[in-house]
Nanobody, 125 residues
Framework: VQLQASGGGLVQAGGSLSVSCAAS?????????MGWFRQAPGKEREFVAA????????YYGNSVLGRFTIARDNAKNTVYLQMNSLKPEDTAVYFC??????????????????WGQGTQVTVSS
């Protein structure tokens, strides 16, 4: 699976931004759970959100709960991350990832097999 993230950019605090991740390749997108992670300079990669294969179950990191929404469209091989009420501390490179983690490990980057190249999100104060 090849993943291509897009949609990052610069936004003011309190604003909204949507990023997406398109999958391609021989493996079926619809058989993978999808996750979004982010990494700010000098910090470890942080779990943001994940969504189950069917899209029926979602998971969020504590820092984004209530502000971000993850969704997927298996017909379009795409996963989305809608980010609202953005804060300067949301500034990071956002990565999408595909894997088959079990529920207890879905927040751990090591359980994802494929990663996109990342897209920069910058929130100004």
């Amino acid at each position: 699976v090849q993943l291509q993230a897009s949609g990052g950019g610069l936004v003011q605090a309190g604003g909204s931004l949507s990023v997406s991740c398109a999958a391609s390749g021989r493996s079926a997108f619809s058989t993978y759970a999808m996750g979004w992670f982010r990494q700010a300079p000098g910090k470890e990669r942080e779990f943001v959100a994940a969504i189950s294969v069917s899209g029926g179950t979602t998971y969020y990191g504590n820092s984004v709960l209530g502000r971000f929404t993850i969704a997927r469209d298996n017909a379009k091989n795409t996963v989305y991350l809608q980010m609202n009420s953005l804060k300067p501390e949301d500034t990071a490179v956002y990565f999408c990832a595909a894997g088959r983690p079990i529920k207890s490990t879905i927040r751990q980057p090591a359980n994802y097999y494929y990663w996109g190249q990342g897209t920069q999100v910058t929130v100004s104060s």
